[in-house]
Each structure stands twice: as structure tokens, then as C-alpha cells.
């Protein structure tokens, strides 16, 4: 684990130190709004720092994904953009395959469970692009996690917090038309997030409330994007793939993820979308046996609640969200927010099924 965040470290200081140096600042060319010969710049450059007339109006949003995506799309060469993204997710209920239980199903088999958790997430990120086709991005969140538990008939109250895991990605560009373009990801994630967050007994808090995977993740994407007047589109297919055990004896279930938006333009400066994502994610695989366990009777040595069973974390989702997007092509900024809420899911239970999420962020290009 300490070799681990060394490393990442010494990948950070390379990556964030090394290339900043050499971002051109940008220069100052005429500004030629709405003509022909622009359109394909304005439709998706986020910075045209060079080659290309309508560079002082260059910072075009709109064809960007709602806030909830990441990596939605690269810069032109020596683009550089910063971003800061908080994130909630809320979860009140418990469910069992795609139907809500009450709290005594839920301790059916166990001998309490989780009533509530509210998981929030302030990611930071930093993008810059060596040339046109190459985009790189690091990325981490510092997570806040509270849980209440329903045990043997007490509410207890436990939280979690502390920076979770750091993701280097890089984005390369397949086309780039003037009404669509399309690019491919991959991640690696470093297990920089803590899975050793204890309860005030010593055990350790349920997979939920861990704050890293502890292992090494890719996390591949492919992601196209389309415009047509006022309208834009785009779609992402992604995964993420954990590559090894941990050093608490399991490995977090792979997932994967389809979603797709629309925007709708209102003007010069924002937008309102539209998105639907369905996702998928697999059980536990191994067990961290400092997580409680039933201490005597029958069911000695089962987990004590569904939050610490490994066999009851897998599930799908299928969400629909609405999102605001407001961005200045002046200065570069972008404000977007987007909330939504499953429309259908189908958890191994006993879980906590998803009530409602939000992310709200702003953006700076240079
Ligand atoms: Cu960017």
C-alpha cells in the first residue's frame, strides 16, 4: 500500500510537474464569428490556441456532456482545463432484486442493517493536451460517507471520510468532423483511498463505507459526441476493471456503464439536457474478514448486516437525470449541474437502493 502511494505520488509530480511549462498561453487571432470556414472550430474546440480563425471565441460547451460524465471530451493541443465536481448520491431504502423490502426483511438472515447513506464526492481534476489528439486527465475525490445502521433494535451513526482513489487517464481522438467526433479512453486508477476506515470497536466499516478499492483499476471508455444546430448529443460506454485482490483479501465487482444524453441549446452562453444511464456492477469477490461477523449460534461466522456481506453488493441501475449547463467563451468557465434518480433497479439484497444523485461543477480552460 505505501509502495502504492509512492508511486502514484512520483506519477503525479512527473505528469502535473513536467508538462505545464510548456503550455503556449494562446494567441490573440481575429475574431470571425458564425462564418463558414469557423463553424467546425466553434462546434468543438474547447481551446483553439492556434490554426484557427475564431480562436478568441473558442471555448464552445455546448457539445459537451451533462455534468455527471467524465471524460467526455479532449483539447486541442496545449489545452488546459481544471475542474472541480461535488457529487452526492442519497440511498433510504433497502431492496431485494427490484422491489423495496422493509427493515425486517432486510435483517432476515442477519442481525441488523443499513437505513440510510448519503455518499458525497468533491473530485478534482486537471486535463491537458499535448497535441490534437492526445488529452491527458488526473483525477481524485476527497468522499465523505455516513451510514445509519439499524442493530438489534439501535440506531447507530458511523462516517467515513478522506481522499479516495487517484485516476491518470488518457483520451485519444478516432475522428473529429465537423458534426461529430469520437474518442477512446483508458484509465488507470491507483489505490490511494483508504479500504481500512474502523468502526469505533476496531471492526472494519462495511465495502460500502471504503474509501479506495485497494487495487489497481483500468477504467476503459469510448465516448462519441454529435451536434446539429441547437441540439447536441453524445454517448459513452465504459467500465471499470479491477486487476487484483486487495491486501484485505477481496476484490470490488467490475462494472460497467452505457449511458446517453441530449442537449438542448438556449441561448449563447447555456443549455438543458437530458440523460439516461444504465449501469451494472457484480458482487464482492473474496471477503475482508475484519468486517463483523455473527459471533455465536447458527449462523456464527456470517456477516451481520447486508453492507458487510460480499454477496449482496452487486446490482443494475437504469437513471434519468436533468441537467443546466451556463458557460462564459470569454473567460473559458463553465458552470453545469445535473440531478437525477434510478427509474429501475435490481440489487442483490439486501441493499441500499439509490434515491436520488446530484453533481454540480465548474470548469476553467485555458
Ligand atoms: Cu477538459
Known amino acids: 500500500m505505501k509502495n502504492s502511494i509512492l508511486s502514484?505520488?512520483?506519477?503525479?509530480?512527473v505528469l502535473v510537474g513536467a508538462p505545464i511549462p510548456l503550455v503556449d498561453a494562446g494567441v490573440s487571432v481575429p475574431l470571425v464569428k458564425n462564418s463558414t470556414e469557423c463553424a467546425g472550430c466553434q462546434t468543438f474546440d474547447c481551446t483553439c490556441a492556434?490554426?484557427?480563425?475564431?480562436?478568441a471565441d473558442g471555448h464552445h460547451y455546448f457539445p459537451y456532456a451533462p455534468s455527471g460524465v467524465m471524460g467526455d471530451h479532449i483539447h486541442r493541443k496545449g489545452g488546459l482545463m481544471a475542474s472541480y465536481r461535488y457529487m452526492l448520491m442519497s440511498m433510504q431504502r433497502n431492496y431485494d432484486g427490484d422491489s423495496q423490502i422493509p427493515d425486517a426483511a432486510a435483517q432476515n438472515g442477519y442481525m441488523g442493517s443499513a437505513a440510510e447513506m448519503d455518499m458525497q464526492m468533491h473530485m478534482l481534476g486537471v486535463m491537458f493536451a499535448p497535441s490534437d489528439k492526445l488529452t491527458l486527465m488526473l483525477m481524485s475525490a476527497y468522499k465523505e460517507n455516513s451510514m445509519l445502521n439499524n442493530m438489534m433494535g439501535m440506531r447507530t451513526k458511523m462516517r467515513s471520510s478522506g481522499w479516495g482513489d487517484a485516476t491518470f487517464s488518457a483520451y485519444y481522438g478516432l475522428y473529429k468532423k465537423q458534426a461529430s467526433s469520437a474518442h477512446v479512453g483508458l484509465g488507470l486508477s491507483a489505490p490511494t483511498g483508504s479500504i481500512d476506515e474502523r468502526m469505533s470497536n476496531g471492526a472494519r466499516m462495511g465495502y460500502p463505507m471504503q474509501l479506495g478499492s485497494g487495487t489497481w483499476d483500468l477504467k476503459p471508455s469510448l465516448t462519441w459526441l454529435g451536434q446539429s444546430g441547437d441540439w447536441s448529443y453524445g454517448s459513452q460506454v465504459s467500465a471499470v476493471l479491477h486487476l487484483d485482490e486487495n491486501d484485505n483479501g477481496y476484490t470490488l465487482g467490475d462494472s460497467a456503464m452505457l449511458t446517453g444524453w441530449l442537449n438542448r441549446r438556449i441561448n449563447q452562453w447555456s443549455a438543458v439536457s437530458i440523460r439516461l444511464t444504465g449501469s451494472s456492477w457484480a458482487n464482492v469477490d473474496g471477503?475482508?474478514?475484519?468486517?463483523p461477523t455473527i459471533a455465536m449460534g447458527p449462523m456464527m461466522g456470517q456477516p451481520v448486516a447486508g453492507a458487510v456481506d460480499p454477496d449482496a453488493r452487486g446490482g443494475s441501475r437504469l437513471d434519468l437525470s436533468l441537467g443546466l449547463s451556463l458557460w462564459d467563451t470569454e473567460t473559458?468557465?463553465?458552470?453545469?449541474?445535473?440531478a437525477g434518480a434510478p427509474v429501475y433497479q435490481n440489487l442483490?439484497?439486501?441493499q441500499l437502493g439509490t434515491e436520488w444523485f446530484l453533481s454540480a461543477g465548474v470548469q476553467i480552460a485555458w
Open 8 to 13: 502514484t505520488a512520483a506519477l503525479v509530480v
Open 332 to 338: 473559458g468557465a463553465r458552470f453545469a449541474v445535473e
Open 50 to 55: 492556434s490554426s484557427c480563425a475564431c480562436a
Open 287 to 291: 471477503r475482508d474478514d475484519q468486517m
Open 348 to 350: 442483490d439484497g439486501p
